[in-house]
C-alpha cells in the first residue's frame, strides 16, 4: 500500500503498480465473473474486464435492449451471455450492476443462485445499508465486497481506452472465504482502476447519494440554471448566457482545476476574476450549507432511499423518466447549449 498525504490526513491506497494486472489475472484465474445488468456500469466493467482476458459473463433480461446491446459488443447468447438466473448460477463473482431498484426486483432470483464460497459484487453501498427497504440479505457463506468507480460508466471505458484509468473506492462487508480483500482488489484492478482508496459500504453510499445529489449533479445542473436564468432576464442572449454559464466552465476552467487544482486555476486568470472569485466562494458555500446538512440527512436516514425505491419501481417511471429528462433537453438554456456544442471546431469538421 501506498501511504499519501492527502492536506494533512494520511491515507493508504493501493495502485495499479503496486497490484498489477498479472497479480489480479493470478487471483482471479479460476473465477468467472457474472455482471448482471447491462445498463450504466454493467457494459464498462464487462469490456474492461474481457479486454484485460477475464471470463465474464452478463446476466440481462433476454431480448430487451440491453440484452441487445449486449450482442452489439460482442457477447454471444448461451456463451457469454445469459437471461439473470443462469448467469447468476454460472458465476463464482456476481456484480450487482442492476439499478438499485432492479436488484431489488431480483433478489429472490440471485439469492437461490449463490453457492458457498461465491463472492456477491457491488459499485454501490445502496443495496447492503438499506437493507430494510431493499431485502437483500446474503447469506454468511459468501463474500460480500465492493469496487466503486468514481465516475460514469462511459469513463470507466473512456478512461480505460486512453490507459489513464480510474479511481475507485473498495470495502469488504463480508469476508467469509478469507480471500475477500483479494478477491475486491484483484477486481478493481481488472475493471481499470487506476488507484484503489478503502471505505466502507456505509460511508460509500452516503458520499456517493449526496454527491450525485450535490456537486456532481444537482446542485451543479440547479446553480447553472440559475444563473442562466438571471442572465436571460438581464437582457444577454441565450449564447452569451450559456457560454458564460457552462461553456467556459466545461471547455476551460474545470480542466484547469482537474489538471493543478483550484488554488492553480484561480492564481492563473484574470485578477478581476480571481478577486471575485475570491471574495464571492464562501457567500456561496455558506448559503447552501443547510441544503447540504439537509440532503445528508435525508440520505443517512433512508429518506432518499425510500423515494428512489417508490419512483424507480413504480411501472411508469420510463415514461415519467422520459418526460423530466425531455423538459431539460427542450429548455432554452439546453437547445442553447446543443446549439452552442454544434459550432466548436471538432463538431464543425
Not at 118 to 131: E, N, P, R, W
Not at 279 to 293: C, E, G, Q
Amino acid at each position: 500500500m501506498a501511504k499519501i498525504d492527502f492536506g494533512g490526513v494520511v491515507e493508504e491506497v493501493i495502485t495499479s503498480e503496486e497490484f498489477t494486472i498479472d497479480k489480479a489475472r493470478e487471483v482471479l484465474k479460476d473465477e468467472t465473473i457474472a455482471i448482471l445488468g447491462y445498463g450504466v456500469q454493467g457494459p464498462a466493467q464487462a469490456l474492461n474486464l474481457r479486454d484485460n482476458g477475464f471470463s465474464t459473463i452478463i446476466g440481462q433480461m433476454e431480448g430487451d435492449a440491453y440484452w441487445e446491446k449486449a450482442i452489439a459488443d460482442g457477447f454471444v447468447p448461451g456463451k457469454t451471455l445469459f437471461p439473470i438466473e443462469e448467469a447468476a448460477k454460472r458465476g463464482t463473482i456476481i456484480k450487482e450492476l442492476l439499478s438499485d431498484a432492479g436488484q431489488v426486483a431480483t433478489w429472490p432470483t440471485v439469492k437461490k443462485c449463490l453457492s458457498e464460497g461465491d463472492a456477491l459484487y457491488f459499485s454501490h453501498g445502496f443495496a447492503i445499508v438499506y437493507k430494510d427497504q431493499t431485502g437483500i440479505i446474503p447469506p454468511n457463506n459468501i463474500d460480500v465486497i465492493l469496487v466503486a468507480p468514481k465516475g460514469s460508466g462511459t469513463n470507466v471505458r473512456r478512461n480505460f481506452l486512453d490507459g489513464s484509468g480510474i479511481n475507485s473506492s473498495y470495502a469488504v462487508f463480508q469476508d467469509y472465504t478469507g480471500r475477500a480483500k483479494e478477491r475486491t482488489l484483484a477486481l478493481g484492478i481488472a475493471i481499470g482502476s487506476g488507484y484503489l482508496f478503502p471505505t466502507t459500504f456505509e460511508q460509500e453510499v452516503y458520499s456517493d447519494l449526496t454527491g450525485e445529489r450535490g456537486v456532481l449533479m444537482g446542485c451543479l445542473a440547479g446553480v447553472m440554471e440559475a444563473q442562466y436564468n438571471l442572465l436571460r432576464k438581464h437582457g444577454h442572449s441565450p449564447s452569451e448566457a450559456f457560454n458564460e454559464t457552462v461553456e467556459e466552465l466545461t471547455q476551460s476552467l474545470i480542466r484547469l482545476v482537474a489538471e493543478n487544482g483550484m488554488d492553480w486555476m484561480f492564481a492563473n486568470c484574470s485578477t478581476t476574476a480571481q478577486r471575485g472569485a475570491l471574495d464571492w466562494a464562501p457567500k456561496f458555500r455558506d448559503a447552501v450549507v443547510p441544503v447540504f446538512d439537509d440532503l445528508y440527512d435525508r440520505v443517512k436516514s433512508g429518506k432518499e432511499t425510500k423515494r428512489v425505491l417508490e419512483v424507480n419501481s413504480a411501472p411508469d417511471y420510463l415514461v415519467k423518466l422520459r418526460k423530466e429528462l425531455d423538459e431539460i433537453k427542450n429548455s432554452e438554456m439546453w437547445k442553447a447549449g446543443a446549439a452552442v456544442r454544434s459550432l466548436r471546431p471538432e463538431n464543425r469538421k
